[in-house]
Antibody
Framework: EVQLVQSGAEVKKPGESLKISCKGS????????IAWVRQMPGKGLEWMGI????????RHSPSFQGQVTISVDKSISTAYLQWSSLKASDTAMYYC???????????????WGQGTTVTVSS | QSVLTQPPSASGTPGQRVTISCSGS????????VDWYQQLPGTAPKLLIY???QRPSGVPDRFSGSKSGTSASLAISGLQSEDEADYYC????????????FGGGTKLTVL
């Protein structure tokens, strides 16, 4: 079964750092992009960026450039989303998702992780 | 403010047909395909329609999608109570160098 399994819920204080993970299984992890999507409480979906595990080609959305870092460790089939200094406004559910397609063309996200809740509060 | 515009809410009674619209621009819907996602309460989004009108395996044919110009729509026929969910349209945006944009979502209520 193709699946993405994300790390557990996190509760952090403003200014702290955080790295959440997304582990792929049931498919060739290095052959599909992995995207990250934010959903703030009661709000819609926001595209954050995408990474190709095969060669670590990474594209951060302009809205999130400089705010987060997307990375991958292909040896353990895991993608990461990282913050160096959290803010209260980072409180949200974060999903990883796998788009269909290949290295040069990706589209619809057909596999989603279960989501990781991040709460930032003093 | 989402790049793609959807009505915040829609409703229908069991058995009815409802449609949800999604409006964009020439850089996204006008030049790329549209996908639709269904998000049931407390769960991750699920791909419902891709490439404007294609259904992934397992999605009932009650769900259909279409696109014309810079707009798209999702139609649900034979509405069922389990269709009550949030629905999001999405498209790739040429002005954002390979990034996707979403609609703000439409909450569908089955009366």
């Amino acid at each position: 079964e193709v699946q993405l399994v994300q790390s557990g819920a996190e509760v952090k204080k403003p200014g702290e750092s955080l790295k959440i993970s997304c582990k792929g299984s049931g498919y060739t992890f290095t052959s599909y992009w992995i995207a990250w999507v934010r959903q703030m409480p009661g709000k819609g979906l926001e595209w954050m960026g995408i990474i190709y595990p095969g060669d670590s080609d990474t594209r951060h959305s302009p809205s999130f450039q400089g705010q987060v870092t997307i990375s991958v460790d292909k040896s353990i089939s895991t993608a990461y989303l990282q913050w160096s200094s959290l803010k209260a406004s980072d409180t949200a559910m974060y999903y990883c998702a796998r788009p269909l397609g290949d290295r040069y063309y990706y589209y619809a996200m057909d596999v989603w992780g279960q989501g990781t809740t991040v709460t930032v509060s003093s | 403010q989402s790049v793609l515009t959807q009505p915040p809410s829609a409703s229908g009674t069991p058995g009815q047909r409802v449609t949800i619209s999604c409006s964009g621009s020439s850089s996204n819907i006008g030049s790329n395909t549209v996908d639709w996602y269904q998000q049931l309460p407390g769960t991750a989004p699920k791909l419902l329609i891709y490439s404007n009108n294609q259904r992934p395996s397992g999605v009932p044919d009650r769900f259909s999608g279409s696109k014309s110009g810079t707009s798209a729509s999702l139609a649900i026929s034979g509405l069922q109570s389990e269709d009550e969910a949030d629905y999001y349209c999405a498209a790739w945006d040429d002005s954002l160098n390979g990034h996707a944009v979403f609609g703000g979502g439409t909450k569908l209520t089955v009366l």
